[in-house]
């Protein structure tokens, strides 16, 4: 089945080690999300790539990075995590199909990242 | 700009009684509308939407919602709860305006009593 898949389910960092997650797609939408929800709380956009255009939120720390070599892989770099990091990190895809149009939101079951 | 406010932070009902989350939106464009369920440090998965076809969505899992322009609501129902519907529900907001974003509320918990 097409899917979005994010690797791996749970993930342990040292504070200040950088951090790598994972997502990949088999659903060659052309778009693809990270989004940060904390404990509690709804999730929130950290920045998308549309093809290989990098659009970053406005609010979103210098300590997070993201690449997008190829259609189906996505990976969000953290550079030097701190306790506050520690959340729920979800990927998501859409196919955009010109200026308004976006359809077929999916979404990845999720990295647990904890800073310790 | 886009926002959702979720009127009930949490929600109780018991098993077999009916459900009702509250969704209401404010969007410069026309609007699609969705209602996301995540279970417990799962991720979002998808139960239904709205894209300006019929106001009245069937999701999946018997949920069923109902797009009011004028009142700007997108009220989630389900006729009779179950046990494995408690969970963190979300309404999401995705303005044409501003295509690639979902702008989420803050989630209302459901609890499902015996």
């Known amino acids: 089945d097409a899917m979005v898949i994010q690797n791996p389910r749970y993930q342990v960092t040292q504070f200040g080690k950088p951090v790598t997650l994972s997502c990949s797609q088999t659903?060659?939408?052309?778009?693809m999300y990270w989004y940060q929800q904390k404990s509690s709380q709804a999730p929130k956009l950290l920045f998308h790539?549309?093809?290989?255009?990098?659009?970053n939120e406005a609010d979103t720390p210098d300590n997070f990075q993201s690449r997008r070599p190829n259609t189906s892989f996505c990976f969000l770099d953290i550079r030097s995590p701190g306790l506050g990091d520690a959340a729920m990190y979800l990927c998501a895809t859409s196919r955009r199909t010109g200026a308004i149009a976006n359809y077929g939101y999916t979404f990845g079951s999720g990295t647990r990242l904890t800073v310790v | 700009a886009q926002s959702v406010t979720q009127l009930d932070s949490h929600v109780s009902v018991s098993e077999g009684t009916p459900v009702l989350l509250r969704c209401n939106y404010s969007?410069?464009?026309?609007?699609?509308l969705f209602w996301y369920v995540q279970h417990p440090n799962k991720g979002l998965q998808l139960l239904l939407k709205?894209?300006?076809?019929?106001?009245l969505v069937k999701g999946i899992n018997g949920f069923e919602a109902e797009f009011k322009k004028s009142e700007t609501s997108f009220h989630l129902t389900k006729p009779s709860a179950h046990m494995s519907d408690a969970a963190e529900y979300f309404c999401?907001?995705?303005?044409?305006?501003?295509?690639?974003?979902?702008?989420f509320g803050t989630g209302t918990r459901l609890q499902v009593t015996l």
């Open positions: 999401v907001v995705s303005d044409t305006g501003t295509a690639s974003k979902l702008t």
């Open positions: 709205y894209t300006s076809a019929a106001t």
């Open positions: 659903l060659n939408h052309n778009v």
């Open positions: 969007s410069s464009y026309s609007p699609s």
């Open positions: 790539y549309y093809d290989k255009d990098f659009n």
